[in-house]
């Protein structure tokens, strides 16, 4: 049977999530990374949304630069970049909401990185019934993350991968024919490779997958050894690798979006209730006995969203245990401020 695999990967991920969480931020150039201490700061940018990307801010450039080009920017009248700290513990929780709505569609998931998911639709048995499910996908992800996606779908790891960066951001490509979408691609494109494989190809008189592909088998292991040899096999759009699922479980969590935003306490106490017997039914199902930390997660009307941590010196064997605990977190995040409450998540990790 012919192999439908889709690749997707969230815009802009960390500075769209900090979008979401401050709404004031709307429309305005946004860099996540380290501190720019007013041009002296170390460290680098994670990423930027689409707006700062446009004064050439881009991921892993050093924090200075970006602050000078914000700086340039403001000199010309333009508006000035916001910089902020990344919050991992945020960003993880959010990847873990995706991989939960990708899961409902497709059985065979791969978690490739904090906002990168492999999954395969052959059981779907066409492009365009894989593609309404993406579709299905996106808009889920729209209304209950408000983020957007990019996915390509194709016959292989490789081709889903190309396709889902091909137009992003919001996008979703379907390729039918991988010899001909890679043709006029640059070769910059394919999975590993970078400016030292691309400066040696580029003296060859290679810019293009389809410049790659008059290159032979020998002549590109005598370039690359292997890996010249896996180059061409991915010149021509093949691939043969499998979908590597997470078997190993780190963590198990859960969160409900509330019908109506509230505040009602009595009902928000319940709810928590069915999270906390949901996670343990499942942490009894995967076999573990003990877990040591417990997350809490609120989120509130504007979507501005915090979460609170709590790790035993034992580790913990019993639901009850787990009911007080979260309730106690819960409780403190629901006290910071008086907002409508619109979801409400827990975790736990360290289990043994
Ligand atoms: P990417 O998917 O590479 O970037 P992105 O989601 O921000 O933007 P795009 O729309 O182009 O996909 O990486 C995902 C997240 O990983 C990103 O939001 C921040 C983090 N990251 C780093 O911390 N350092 C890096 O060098 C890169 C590339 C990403
Ligand atoms: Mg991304």
Not at 323 to 344: A, E, F, G, W
Request: with cysteine; net charge positive.
């Amino acid at each position: 049977m012919k192999r439908i695999i889709a690749h997707l990967d969230m815009d802009a991920f960390f500075a769209a999530i900090e979008e979401n969480d401050n709404p004031e931020f709307k429309g305005k150039p946004i860099v996540v990374g380290a501190d720019p201490k007013n041009g002296k700061g170390r460290g680098v940018v994670s990423t930027a949304n689409y707006k700062a990307r446009e004064y050439g801010i881009h991921s892993g450039m050093p924090i200075t630069e970006a602050w000078k080009l914000s700086e340039n920017a403001k000199s010309q009248g333009k508006e000035g970049v916001i910089f902020i700290k990344p919050n991992f513990e945020k960003y993880e929780l959010v990847s873990h909401s995706i991989l939960s709505i990708i899961k409902k569609y497709s059985q065979f998931v791969e978690v490739a990185s904090i906002d990168e998911f492999y999954f395969d639709l052959s059981f779907a048995k066409s492009y365009k019934k894989a593609k309404d499910i993406c579709l299905k996908i996106k808009k889920e992800i729209k209304e209950r993350e408000r983020l957007t996606c990019s996915i390509g779908i194709g016959p292989n790891k490789l081709i889903a991968k190309i396709a889902s960066s091909y137009k992003k951001p919001d996008s979703l490509i379907v390729i039918k024919n991988p010899q001909k979408f890679l043709e006029n691609l640059s070769i910059r494109v394919i999975p590993g490779v970078g400016p030292k494989t691309e400066e040696i190809l580029n003296s060859l008189g290679v810019f293009k997958i389809k410049d790659l592909q008059k290159l032979s088998k020998g002549e590109l292991y005598k370039l690359f050894g292997k890996f010249g040899l896996a180059l061409y096999e991915k010149a021509r759009g093949i691939d043969e690798s499998p979908i590597i699922e997470e078997h190993e479980i780190k963590s198990i969590g859960e969160q409900i979006t509330f019908e109506k935003d509230t505040r009602k306490l009595s009902y928000i106490y319940d709810e928590l209730e069915k999270l906390c017997k949901n996670i343990y039914k499942r942490f009894k199902e995967e076999g573990f006995d003990k877990f040591k930390t417990i997350t809490v997660t609120v989120r509130f009307k504007d979507f501005e969203t915090k979460t609170k941590s709590f790790t035993f010196k034992k580790p913990i064997a019993n639901l009850e245990t787990l009911k007080l605990h979260s309730l106690r977190l819960l409780m403190s995040l629901i006290n910071q401020n008086k907002k409508l409450i619109r979801m409400i998540g827990l975790r736990i990790e360290k289990l043994g």
